[in-house]
């Protein structure tokens, strides 16, 4: 796609759209006469990152939440929960914490903060089959509103949420997917305890071998480091 009537100005940029799907758009932002930088986004052209002012880019929505997922029972130390989900561009299920995008119907009417939670509670759910119960002391709050993948490629940020479940020590929790859809494959869930996630953390990788992403690692370091529990 040429320059057209579709471009945008973005901090000094002159920005050239050059493709668009549901998923997946790229940007040519012409920064100087003859100078281009190219970007992948989620983003319309009139929601990308780099056409944001201070106050806007301190408010940024995230794309996407990220959550970590802790469990407790009186009995035994704290584990984590992770499942093997199935990552197109890697071709190979990697070990993940539950995430997922953030839809419109999280965000209708909500803050930031609201329309995270909300979607990590959706995302839970239909990657775990487990229910947040507040009657029971669960706890469910934000981390980061807003961490970029890869800001030398792309604008794409996930906010970072952690949910801490109390389960009854007669309570077998039943994992299960039957609430994901379109592509979203699972392969198996596991339970990890402090010893384990800093073992994977060393060798950087899963117990098959495979590397995974940095919003693994990231849970893993949250997890290990204690700080879910102040």
Not at 20 to 26: C, P, S, V
Not at 63 to 70: G, L
Not at 202 to 227: M, P, Q
Request: aromatic share 10%; net charge negative; hydrophobic share 40%.
């Amino acid at each position: 796609m040429t320059e057209n009537d579709n471009n945008v100005q973005a901090s000094g940029q002159n920005v050239v759209p050059l493709l668009e799907n549901r998923f997946l758009k790229a940007y040519d932002l012409q920064y100087a006469p003859g100078k281009h930088y190219f970007e992948a986004s989620r983003r319309g052209g009139d929601r990308l990152v780099a056409s944001m002012n201070d106050d806007e880019f301190k408010a940024l929505l995230p794309d996407a939440v990220t959550c970590a997922v802790i469990i407790r029972r009186q009995s035994e130390s704290a584990k984590l929960l992770l499942s093997y989900e199935y990552r197109y561009p890697c071709a190979r299920f990697l070990l993940s914490p539950p995430a997922g995008l953030i839809d419109p119907d999280d965000i209708e009417g909500r803050t930031a903060e609201e329309a995270v939670l909300h979607a990590a509670e959706r995302e839970i759910e239909e990657e775990t089959g487990i229910s947040i119960d507040r009657d029971r002391g669960d706890r469910l709050f934000m981390v980061d509103q807003a961490l970029f993948s890869s800001p030398g490629m792309t604008d794409e940020s996930n906010a970072i949420a952690c949910a801490v479940l109390n389960v009854p020590e007669n309570c077998n929790l039943n994992i299960n997917y039957d609430g994901v859809s379109g592509t979203e494959q699972f392969e198996g869930s596991v339970f990890i305890d402090h010893a384990e996630a800093k073992k994977i953390l060393k060798r950087g990788r899963d117990e098959k071998g495979n590397f995974f992403s940095v919003y693994t690692a990231l849970v893993l370091l949250y997890f290990i480091s204690g700080l879910w529990e102040e």
